[in-house]
């Protein structure tokens, strides 16, 4: 079955004294064992007390490079510090950079990438909505969530989309790629479900579509 390799990475948080900053996020595209399909970012770029205009143009840059410079396409979604950092208006749009345009689930296709992503922004800061709860079903390899969320809150006590282990599961996804808690924390291995964590580059290959 075909493969679809994927590194991704979540909570930079820029700004923030913990962050392991822009130069690791460089460092640890260019040290990559694997060349990926594409770049997966699960949320929170901007610390939202401590990002300043050059945290913005930094995290801009950084999405610039791998679009332009790795040529890779990069999927990713809003976290509840990048809202309440209030830089969101000013990211443009960039070629490559997909993400959800509203704020319900989307399914966001990737010329040449043969996954379907189901993704959702973060849009208040804290998010405790119930949506996820819609997250489609599916029957088929391919398919990959992409989400900034508390889960069941285990592991924080900040509330973001709130959700279960077990209905994430019961998605049928080939992976679940999460953001907001900073500890990686595997909650399933296969399918894998789980926080990327902060300064973590996660390698993975997943089914194709169809
Ligand atoms: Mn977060």
Known sequence: MATVRLLAFAD???G???????????????????????IVFTGDLLDKKKATEADLADGIALFRHIT?????PLVHVWGNHDVGSGMIPRFPDLPGVHRPRGDGIEEIRVPGVPLL?????????????????????????????VLHTEVE????????????????????YGACLLGHVHSPVVLNDDPWIGWIGMGEMLEIDIPALG
């Not at 332009?68 to 890779?72: A, E, M, Q, V």
């Not at 959702?120 to 391919?142: F, H, I, M, Q, S």
């Open 117 to 145: 992503f189901h993704a959702a922004n973060v849009v208040a800061d804290p998010d405790p909505r119930d949506l996820l709860k819609d997250l489609p079903r599916v029957n088929e390899p391919g398919h990959v969530g």
């Open 12 to 14: 930079l948080h820029l």
């Open 153 to 172: 809150g285990q592991y924080t006590k900040n509330p973001c989309l709130p959700t279960t282990q077990e209905h994430l599961l019961s998605r049928g």
């Open 68 to 72: 332009r410079d790795l040529t890779l």
């Open 16 to 38: 923030k004294k913990k962050s392991p900053g822009v130069q690791w996020a460089y460092e640890s595209l260019a040290g990559a064992a694997i060349r990926p399909d594409a």
